[in-house]
T-cell receptor
């Protein structure tokens, strides 16, 4: 059983739309959850983290966490072509973030 | 404020040769991680240090791989007798053990091509 599940996509949205990226995880002991953005050929770049149930907003990004359902999501409002990248979900268990394979997002003009 | 630094950024080597990668973490960070990433996959955990102690090592890490962090600052990852399957991007990351949720920051990665 995979520890972190993400739809590999690609998820295609028009510019200005809301992109919704989802992630489920199996380790109930996970306390913190990270979202990273990775452009092709580059290393992952931290977008935000969340550790409490509910929503956390940072600019155009909103992370949502539901520990009971073992589900975390990332919403990107007013999507821009520069948001086109792979988005990696990483729950933190025992000090070691475990990464999903990521969801490819394409924002088309 | 410098970020995580990795060297070399690109390495092409012949099968059977040894290669070594170096990572310099963010200066006050006491935790250091190595990950490997291949095309279409997320980063795969290899090993983790807190200060100079190697606290965890992936079961997937063969005995051809060894990592050190001798003084609790920079780290090296050595791959002996490289195989074509070792071709990947090797990512180093660091974090500060505090109450901020152990946010890890990645270096730019070291690309390895084994021919």
């Amino acid at each position: 059983q995979k520890e972190v599940e993400q739809n590999s996509g690609p998820l295609s949205v028009p510019e200005g739309a809301i992109a919704s990226l989802n992630c489920t995880y199996s380790d109930r002991g996970s306390q913190s959850f990270f979202w990273y953005r990775q452009y092709s050929g580059k290393s992952p770049e931290l977008i935000m983290f969340i550790y409490s149930n509910g929503d956390k907003e940072d600019g155009r990004f909103t992370a949502q966490l539901n520990k009971a359902s073992q589900y975390v999501s990332l919403l990107i409002r007013d999507s821009q072509p520069s948001d086109s990248a792979t988005y990696l979900c990483a729950p933190l268990g025992s000090y070691i973030p475990t990464f999903g394979r990521g969801t490819s997002l394409i924002v088309h003009p | 404020d410098t970020g995580v630094s990795q060297d070399p950024r690109h390495k092409i080597t012949k099968r059977g040769q040894n290669v070594t990668f170096r990572c310099d973490p963010i200066s006050e960070h006491n935790r250091l991680y190595w990950y490997r990433q291949t095309l279409g996959q997320g980063p795969e955990f290899l090993t983790y240090f807190q200060n100079e102690a190697q606290l965890e090592k992936s079961r997937l890490l063969s005995d051809r791989f060894s990592a050190e962090r001798p003084k609790g600052s920079f780290s090296t990852l050595e791959i002996q007798r490289t195989e074509q399957g070792d071709s990947a991007m090797y990512l180093c990351a660091s974090s500060l053990a505090d109450n901020s949720g152990n946010t890890i920051y990645f270096g730019e990665g070291s690309w390895l091509t084994v021919v």
